[in-house]
């Protein structure tokens, strides 16, 4: 599971498929969790061109196929399930490589789907603290390190590394 984790957090780059402008849903906390911890991020919405989180308009993109340079990002879904889906197969054919499913993001069906597509493994009772730092951090330094807490169940899905992925470049994870 270390593996894995090193291998999303060496992403350059990262993205949140379900970002929303609504604090009370996950897209929202899991896109603020990032820009808590200075990491650079991108909201995937296509319904809405922007989002408003920490009170900041960000313009979102539709799918992980928009986004710059694919392959140098690691992605959070946050979307219902029938969603997932498709986000999983653009995903995959973009070449993003490493894939983090959050809890009532997925269900068997798309389960099944990350084993017939993707061919890696999933962890599974993995979880983020959302809660905000005090203070914000200004590093990766100040990630949260296992055990994590404060949702129930996620599942992050993993590629091998890619040319983009370097691993020494963020040595707290």
Same mark, same amino acid.
């Given at each position: ?24 849903? !996950? ?6 969790? !990032? ?37 140098? !990002? ?27 499913l959050q809890p009532g993001s997925f ?10 597509? $993707?061919?890696?493994p999933i962890h599974p009772n993995l ?21 994590? $807490?404060?949702?129930?169940?996620? $599942? ?7 040319? !983009?992925?370097?691993?020494?470049? $963020?040595?707290?994870?």
């Amino acid at each position: 599971m270390e593996a894995a984790l090193k291998t999303f957090f060496s992403s350059p780059r990262f993205a949140v498929a379900g970002a929303s402008s609504d604090p009370t849903k !996950y897209g929202h906390k899991v896109f603020a969790w !990032y820009l808590h911890h200075s990491l650079p991020v991108t909201p995937l919405n296509p319904r809405a061109p922007t989002i408003t989180v920490l009170s900041r308009s960000h313009n979102t993109i539709a799918s992980p196929a928009d986004l710059p340079e694919p392959t140098s !990002y690691s992605l959070s879904v946050i979307t219902p399930p029938a969603v997932t889906k498709q986000v999983l197969r653009e995903a995959k054919e973009a070449g993003v490589p490493a894939v983090w499913l959050q809890p009532g993001s997925f269900d068997a069906e798309v389960l099944e789907q990350t084993d017939e597509f $993707h061919r890696f493994p999933i962890h599974p009772n993995l979880s983020l603290d959302l809660n905000p730092p005090t203070p914000a951090p200004s590093s990766l330094n100040l990630l949260p390190k296992p055990p994590f $807490h404060n949702i129930p169940c996620l $599942h992050l899905i993993s590629l091998p590394p890619h040319p !983009y992925v370097h691993p020494s470049t $963020h040595p707290s994870i």
